[in-house]
C-alpha cells in the first residue's frame, strides 16, 4: 500500500508538467493574457521543479518523512491556490510554489521507496514507472477534468488524491544513511534533458495541435493522446528484455525522433494521423526515460540525490524544450495564417458562387478571422460561409476548410521536425558514454 | 544492436510512408501569379463579366507592385487593412488606387475588343472606372448581394 501511495504521489506531482495544457485556451479566455505570457503556466512549474529538485533531493535525503509531508500538503495547498487565483499572476506564483513543493515530494518518495522495497533497484523501477506514467498521462487527464468540470477542476481533484500520498508515511521507516554522494551520470542525464526537450512537441504541441488548430474536444483530445502513455507503459514493461542499456535508449530515442517527424510531415489533417507517430512516441518515450533514468540511479548514492538529478535535467529539458519550439511555432502562425488568408481569398474568387457575393463572403471570412484570432482559435468556415443547400457554397466551404486545415497543419511543421533533430541529438551522449551506460 | 537496428527501421518506414503519402508538401495552395497570362473569357452576364473585369484589373494593379491579386482584395477590405498593406509596399493609398484604376480602364478595353460588351456599356463602366474610389466600388459591388 505505501508503495502505491508513494508511486501515486510521484505520478500526481510529474503529471502536472503537462496537465494544464489542454486547458491552455481556457486559461487565456479566463486571464485574458498574451499567448506568450499564457506559456507561463507551464514553464514556471517547470523551471521551479527544475531549479529546486536538487536542493530538495539533498534536504530529503537526510530526512525523507518529513520533507516528503510538508511537500505534499504544500503542493495541496499551492493546487487551490490554482484553482481560486483572481488573477494570472496569482495562478503563476501558485504553479511556482507546486514546483517547489513537487520537488520535495518527487526526490523525498524515492528514498522512501527504497526503504518501503527493501531495494534501491525496485525503488529506482517504482519512481521511474510512476513519473513516465504521470507524465505521458497528464495530458489525458487534463483534458477530460477541462470538458467535463472546467479547467479550475484540475487543480482541485488532485489536491485531495496528493494528500493521500500521507497515508504512505504510516507505513514507512525511514532510517536515513548517511552516505557519500557520488558524481551524477553525465551521460544519461543530458540525454534526458534533450530527449525531455524535444517531448515538449508530443506532449504541449500536439495538443494544441488537436484542440486549436483541427477543433477537437478537449475530452476527445484528451482520449486520442492516451495513446502516448499506453505505448509508453507497454514499452517500459516489456523494454527491459533490451540489453544493453544504452541500446534501449538509443532504440527509443531512434522511435521518438521517428514519431516526431512524421508529425511533422502529416499527410493530411485529421486526429487518426496522430496514431502512428504517437505509438513510437509512446513507446520512444518508454524505453528512453526508463533506460537512461535507470542509467543515472543504478548503483549510484545517495538515491534521492541522483534522482534529484534527473528531475532536475527532466525538467530543464522541458523549459528548453518550451524556449526552443514555442518561438518556432508562433513565427509560423503568424506566416500560415497569412498563407491561409491569400489561400482562401483565392478559393473564395475561383469560386462558383455568384460574382457579387464574393466580395462580402471575402470580407465575412476576413471578419471571422479577425474575431477568431482574439479569441486564439480557428474560424467556423461553414458558418461564415453559409448557403448549406447550395452546391456552390458548400463546394467553397470546403475549399476553405482544405486551406485552413492545410494552414493550421502546416503552421506546426517546423517545431515538429525542431523537435526531432533535438530528440537525435541525445544520441550522442546515449552513444558517447556508452561504456559508461553499459557497465 | 537488433533493437536498435529495429527502431531505426521503424522510424524510418514511418518517416518515408507519411512523405510518399504527401507529408511534404501538405500546406496551402499557392496564389496565381498575377502577370501570367490569363485567358479572356467572354462569359454569359453582366455581372460575370463585371467579375472578369475587376479580377484582371487587380492582376494588373497585382503584377505591378510584386503582390498577389488576393493580397489587393484583402488590403482593400476595410481601412485598417489598407493604411497596413500601403505602409508594408511603401506606396500612398492614393497610388493604389491609381494603379487598381488604371487596371480597370485596360481590362474594359480588353472586355470591348473580345466582344463581351457592346460600346455603350463599355464606356459606361469607364465612366464609372474614372470617377468612383475604388474602395467605394469594392463597397458598392458588396452592397450588391444577392441583388
Redesign the interface.
Known sequence: MPIALLGLSVGIVLADSSVVTIALPEILARYDVELATLAWVLTSFNLALALSALPAAFVARRRPAPVFGVGIVVFAAASLACALSPSFGGLVAGRVVQGVAGAAVVCAALDLLSHATGADASAARVWILAGIAGAALGPAAGGILTQLLGWESIFFVQAPVVLLGLLALRGVRAVPVPEPVERPHLGANAALLLISGALVAALFLLVILLINGWRLEPLAAGLVVTIMPLAAIAATRFGGA?TPLW??A???V??I???L??L??????GAGWTV??QL?LGA?LG?ALSALSTRALAGRSALAVHGGWTIAARHAGVVLGLLLLTPIFTTDLHR?ED?????G???V?DSRI???????V??DI?VAVDEAKDEARIPDVQEVVGEPDDPAYVDLASALQD?LD??V??SFSRAFLAAALLGLVALAPIVLGRREVGS | ?R??A???A???A??VV??A????S???????NPCAHREWRNPKGL??V??QIV?SALDGAACKLGV????I??AF??RD?LKRFTREHGISERELEELVRSGLLRAVDDAERAGAINATVADLLRGVARRIPVGGL?DL??Q????
Open positions: 533490451i541500446a534501449r538509443a532504440s527509443g531512434l522511435l525522433a521517428g514519431g517527424a512524421a511533422g510531415w502529416l499527410p493530411h489533417a502512428p507517430p513510437a520512444g524505453l500560415s498563407n491561409a488568408l491569400a489561400a481569398t483565392a478559393a474568387l455568384p460574382p457579387l457575393d464574393k466580395i462580402g471575402a470580407r476576413l486551406q492545410r494552414a497543419t502546416n | 544492436m533493437a536498435v529495429l527502431a531505426a521503424a522510424a524510418v514511418l518517416v507519411y512523405l503519402l504527401g507529408g511534404a501538405y500546406a496551402p495552395a499557392k496564389v496565381a455581372d460575370k463585371a467579375e479580377l498577389s491579386r488576393e493580397e482584395v484583402l477590405a476595410g487593412s469594392l459591388l458588396g450588391l448581394r444577392g441583388f
